[in-house]
């Protein structure tokens, strides 16, 4: 089997070719972050337009490095959700009508079962079953993965995901957009201790997660004071450690409860060096393990919406003539894998 996968839940254009057999062949993406920077962020408008232009060229593109025909694919796998609905349907239309032409299936696929089974593009992949922290821009939730579509929700935030938090309070410190990545990169130059924010429900059971308030605690803090770089990189590694102190520790007690020894960070925040640092000695310490994907494919990409795609397709679940996405899509309504038939 032999599979091309489309992703355009957001503001990444991305297609990627995946082998049954010999693995992930090619995959190439396409990042909006300086369209919307200007913005401040995403404009959905703006990305379904860029989507429209970028998709066609990167999978051509991305066939040919591949160095696969269109004739020998097995089908074709999009994301049909959640995400924002004008950039899902720029995809899904894309994948289905090249599905429909080529004679072969299609699969929706489910933007956070792709984050889920990122880590299955490593060489070395998490045992079964294992704990999952799924941290990205938009969720921020911890799961018991017993296997490929069996997922156990464990805790999630009720407000703000951890992403989020991290960008809306870049974008009070001034930062250009993508945020995030901005003020991670600043916290570097910060001093330890300077600005100390809350750890939300910390001390209270549960492995349940609350960011908005992070976002006020900078507000007050950076009133009527000069935001100069070393006051920015002061506050970047305040936010930074609190953020990343709430997600270890929730990750390491869902360990706990579960009594499971393995643990996989996937999303787009699985990329931040300081959360990588303290869960690896956190698992470690305990006796575990820690994985992730790397680094290119812990932010949105095609190559794990391929392996979540192709574990759908052996599973014989593909989509009827329909072109359909979900902009609000709960992972627990995602059909078993061996449901079998369409989905």
Known sequence: MRILAVESSCDESAAAVLDGQ????????????????LYGGVVPELASRDHVQRLLPLIMSVLKQAHTA?????????????GLAGA??????????????LGIPAIAVHHLEGHLLAALLEPEVPALPHVALLVSGGHTMLLEVQGVGAYRLLGETRDDAAGEAFDKSAKLLGLPYPGGPELARLATEGRAGAFVFPRPMLDRPGLE?????????????????ELTRAVVADVARGVEEAIVETLAAKA??????????????CGGVAANSRLRERLAAGVAARGGRVYYPRMEFCTDNAAMIAVAG???????????????????WPLEELPPLGAGGVH
């Open 252 to 265: 390491l007690r869902a360990l706990d409860e579960t009594n499971l020894e393995t643990l996989v960070v």
């Open 88 to 101: 899902l349907l720029t995809g899904a239309a894309l994948a289905r009508s090249l599905a429909f032409a």
């Open 310 to 328: 192709l574990a759908r397709l052996k599973a014989g679940q593909h989509e009827d003539l329909g072109i359909r996405v979900r902009a609000q």
């Open 70 to 82: 269109p004739a020998e694919l097995t089908a074709v796998a999009y994301t049909a959700g959640p």
């Open 209 to 225: 997660f609350s960011f908005s308030g992070l976002k006020t605690a900078v507000v007050h803090a950076v009133r009527g004071i």
């Open 22 to 37: 010999r693995g992930l062949l090619a995959h190439v993406l396409y990042s909006q972050a300086q369209l919307h920077r």
